[in-house]
């Protein structure tokens, strides 16, 4: 039976990785498996921006997929950015395998503010059902009421929910029925 497979990229807090474990089983209905951490590939740092691009980031994230990968998506501490944005929260393969998440601007640290672990958690949780569900083939969502919804700042992220609108539920139940 495939699964989806949690992929830390660098030194990633285990339980953060736990949480988004049970979020992925409970919304997404998988089987998770967290994988050996990687190291972020540094082929991937932009010296100019001083920050990572994701892209390729997500590329050695699909190299880590075997024969048992459903979905992977990668957890990453860095900065991450595509070359038409500042920076991103996350990266996924539109319909495809691989997804990546960065915990960079969802901490409160990036921001000069005292850490909030359970903050940070919950954040994390609705980026990484956010790329998994374009993973599965889901777009953005107009509803802010939507974890679908787009999200260019950390007010956004905080103001969307971690559930998918009755529009998006039912195209994710389809799409994971196509995946068995």
């Known amino acids: ?17 736990l949480g988004i474990s049970g979020i992925i089983q409970n919304v997404f209905g998988r089987r998770t498996k967290i994988l050996v951490g990687i190291e972020k590939p540094e082929s ?13 980031i997500l590329k050695s994230t699909l190299e880590n997929a075997d024969d048992s990968t459903e979905k992977i998506i990668g957890v990453t501490e860095t900065d991450i950015f595509v070359p038409v944005l500042k920076f991103v929260f996350g990266q996924a393969q539109f319909s495809g395998t691989a997804a990546l998440v960065s ?10 503010l005292p850490e909030n672990r359970n903050l940070l958690a919950l954040r994390l ?16 969502c107009g509803s802010p009421q939507c974890v679908m919804h787009y999200a260019n700042s950390l007010k956004e992220v905080d103001a969307r929910p971690l559930e998918f609108c009755d529009t998006c539920f039912k195209l994710l139940r389809n799409n994971l029925a196509a995946e068995e």
Request: hydrophobic residues 35%; contains cysteine.
């Open 1 to 17: 039976m495939k699964c989806i497979c949690i992929l830390p990229i660098g030194d990633i807090d285990g339980n953060l990785l």
């Open 44 to 56: 991937a740092y932009d010296q100019t921006r001083g920050q990572y691009l994701s892209t390729a």
């Open 103 to 112: 915990l960079c601007r969802l901490s409160q640290k990036f921001y000069d």
């Open 125 to 140: 949780k609705k980026e990484v059902v956010h790329e998994l569900g374009h993973a599965y083939g889901l777009v953005h």
